[in-house]
Each structure stands twice: as structure tokens, then as C-alpha cells.
């Protein structure tokens, strides 16, 4: 069975900081993974997925995520926050079939 | 990129009655879509899986004659809460499979039952 685990529901960071949102799965099976971010009272919008080709992934917003399979890790990453990052950010795994599993989300704050 | 819509956004109603929730697929044909349901502060939680012209796939504990789910058209799907009740109260979220199997979601009705 495929899961995702995302460590810290809350992460603070100042503008132009690094972001570091962490993300590590289970699969019985080479995963598809996929990380969304949510703005208040809104639907989920994709940042990125990893597909099995590339391990370094690029999306939208400057965000980057980087596949490890030696450590079951697909943290998401942007070299320098904006005020305009500040959302929740989810990080998901396809299921059998093609229904996500997401994780428990984690709540950015960009102070100024 | 692709769009999905909801309508409507946010609806209250008395405990009761029933509410349909749509869920289209604006510039893409989805052959699936999905519900999702989702309580302040907490992540999505798949109820159902709903496939274009066949019965809707529902997840554990998800009561299907509570929440009917519809997929008439390769871009519509829609989303029924009967007698809906206080504790139905939620942010109901669909997605739409695109050919490239990605789920774009739409940006979900805000359920409130009195």
C-alpha cells in the first residue's frame, strides 16, 4: 500500500529564505509522486510530479522537488520565499489505480 | 492548463435536503474524476472515484446512497448529498484525470448544513 508522510505541519521561513518541505513515502511499487499547494478556501494546484524520469523535478513558482529512492524522500524546495508562497502544501503518492493519497499537508508562513 | 470547475461554490442548506454539487472539466475530456472531501485543517480524503458512464467506485466507510455520484458525460460529474446532515458539513473537492492520467481539481464548494 502506497502512503505519505510529511514532516512538520507548520513551517516558518522569512523572505528570500530557503524553503524545505519535507515529504517521504511508502510504496510497494515505483511511486508516482506529486506535491499540490492550496491557497485558502480554493482547490488544489499541481507544483510538480515526478513520473520516474528525472529525478530533480521542476515546477511551477521556482519550486523544485528531488526524487531519493535510497531514502524515501521527495522534499520540495525554493531557494528564496515570497510573501505570495505562504499556503498549504500537500504531497501525495498515486495509489493503485489513479486515485492520490495525500499527506496531512504542511502550512507555510513567510514572514517579512 | 487544464481547468476544472465547481458549482456551486458555497451553498447552505437545511438539514434534510439534498444538494448537488457539479464538477466540470472545462478544455479537457476526463473519463475519471474524483471526490474529495476535506475538514478545515486537515488533508483530502478520497471518497469516491467516479468513471463516465458506469457506477461510481466508493471508498471504505463512504455511504453510496448518502452521496450519489453522477459521470453522464466525459465532462461532468456531479456530486449528490442526500438528507444531507449538520455533521455532511464540508469542503467537498472534485478532480478530473486528464489523458497524461494528472489530476487537476477543481476549487471545491464549501458545504454548510443548519
Known amino acids: 500500500a502506497q502512503s505519505v508522510t510529511q514532516l512538520g505541519s507548520h513551517v516558518s521561513v522569512s523572505e528570500g529564505a530557503l524553503v524545505l518541505l519535507r515529504c517521504n513515502y511508502s510504496?510497494?511499487?515505483?511511486?508516482?509522486l506529486f506535491w499540490y499547494v492550496q491557497y485558502p478556501n480554493q482547490g488544489l494546484q499541481l507544483l510538480l510530479k515526478y513520473t520516474s524520469a528525472a529525478t530533480l523535478v521542476k515546477g511551477i513558482n521556482g519550486f523544485e522537488a528531488e526524487f531519493k529512492k535510497s531514502e524515501t524522500s521527495f522534499h520540495l524546495t525554493k531557494p528564496s520565499a515570497h510573501m505570495s508562497d505562504a499556503a498549504e502544501y500537500f504531497c501525495a503518492v498515486r495509489k493503485a489505480g489513479t486515485a492520490l493519497i495525500f499527506g496531512k499537508g504542511t502550512t507555510l508562513s513567510v514572514s517579512s | 492548463g487544464a481547468v476544472v470547475s465547481q458549482h456551486p461554490s458555497w451553498v447552505i442548506c437545511k438539514s434534510g435536503t439534498s444538494v448537488k454539487i457539479e464538477c466540470r472539466s472545462l478544455?479537457?475530456?476526463?473519463?475519471?474524476m474524483f471526490w474529495y472531501r476535506q475538514f478545515p485543517k486537515q488533508s483530502l480524503m478520497l471518497m469516491a472515484t467516479s468513471n463516465e458512464g458506469s457506477k461510481a467506485t466508493y471508498e471504505q466507510g463512504v455511504e453510496k446512497d448518502k452521496f450519489l455520484i453522477n459521470h453522464a458525460s466525459l465532462t461532468l460529474s456531479t456530486l449528490t448529498v442526500t438528507s444531507a446532515h449538520p455533521e455532511d458539513s464540508s469542503f467537498y473537492i472534485c478532480s478530473a484525470l486528464d489523458r497524461q492520467e494528472t489530476q487537476y481539481f477543481g476549487p471545491g464548494t464549501r458545504l454548510l448544513v443548519l
Open positions: 510504496s510497494s511499487v515505483p511511486p508516482y
Open positions: 478544455d479537457f475530456q476526463a473519463t475519471t
